[in-house]
């Protein structure tokens, strides 16, 4: 791994009050060391740090992932209730979900336009909304 992108993970964990172990640091670089935004699965980034020889197990990587959340570095964006994709962009954005490559990306914000929600149930409020607007090709 290039010393550019261990700094940029190790830049990117200080922001939580999360240790920067080896293996956050070798994940997180995975996911934000050339500073672009990424959408992963855990198996998919399990497969990259297999590809770079990082000695991490599938639970650490579900487990690191879930650390990522928790401490705000990544949102986790579920499609069909049981696949999650894991998104380094924390902003409030949609996402489009290609069913025919099970892959998720970005939809652009600036498009989107919701202008009427029901309201919450007494005793609740909308925490936030998340868009997914599936795509297949034609």
């Avoid at 640091?25 to 497969?47: I, K, N, W």
């Amino acid at each position: 791994m290039a010393p550019e992108a261990n700094t940029r993970a190790r830049d990117w964990i200080a922001q939580s009050d999360l240790r920067p172990t080896r293996q956050r640091v070798a994940l997180a670089a995975l996911l934000v060391g050339d500073g672009r935004d990424r959408h992963v699965t855990a198996e998919s980034l399990f497969a990259a740090a297999r590809d770079c020889a990082e000695p991490v197990s599938l639970a650490t990587v579900y487990n690191t992932l879930k650390a990522f959340c928790d401490a705000g570095l990544m949102q986790e964006v579920t499609v069909d209730g049981s696949k999650s994709y894991f998104d380094t962009n924390t902003h409030d954005h949609p996402h489009f979900y290609w069913e025919d490559e099970g892959r998720l990306t970005d939809a652009p914000a600036d498009q989107l336009v919701i202008t009427r929600l029901p309201g919450a149930p007494d005793g609740a409020e909308i925490a936030s909304v998340d868009v997914v607007i599936r795509l297949r090709k034609i």
